[in-house]
């Protein structure tokens, strides 16, 4: 059987990025993404041979401009997800600790909000299980 993009399955590295102030990066995917207009959480693909936390450094030094301070992931949740035309695994995790100003290097808008004001932005189907995870702790 030919693997088509309905079938294809991408390990998504996610990062539930806290402020100081206990606010959450989020960032909105550009038009011609999948999913584009979107907001979500941080993040990226984890290659091969990379642990989830590896991935989820790289991404954020590469999209964010930031270091994920060693020691500030935490495991949230897994959420595996069947859009149309892919299948996502996203490995959800919280980063408390980083260094750098987060800047869109990608182009990306990036707001930092409340966690009880998450609903107010539109986000992949996929990102309803860990808002309700952030508003229930």
């Not at 990062?15 to 995917?29: E, P, T």
């Not at 584009?36 to 991935?55: H, N, S």
């Not at 020691?71 to 892919?86: G, N, Q, V």
């Amino acid at each position: 059987m030919p693997n088509t993009a309905a079938n294809k399955q991408i390990h998504v590295a996610v990062g539930v990025i806290y402020n100081s102030q206990g606010q959450i990066l989020i960032a909105r995917r550009h038009d011609d993404a999948h999913q584009g207009g979107l907001w979500e959480f941080p993040g990226g693909k984890v290659e091969q041979g990379e642990t989830v936390c590896d991935a989820l450094a790289r991404e954020l030094r590469e999209e964010l401009g930031i270091v994920v301070t060693p020691s500030s992931c935490t495991a949230l949740l897994e959420i595996r997800h069947d859009y149309t035309d892919k299948v996502v695994l996203l490995d959800v995790w919280a980063v408390s600790g980083f260094e750098g100003e987060p800047i869109g290097k990608e182009g990306q808008p990036l707001r930092w909000v409340k966690p009880s004001t998450l609903r107010e932005y539109e986000f992949p189907a996929a990102n309803v299980a860990i808002i309700d995870v952030i508003q229930s702790a």
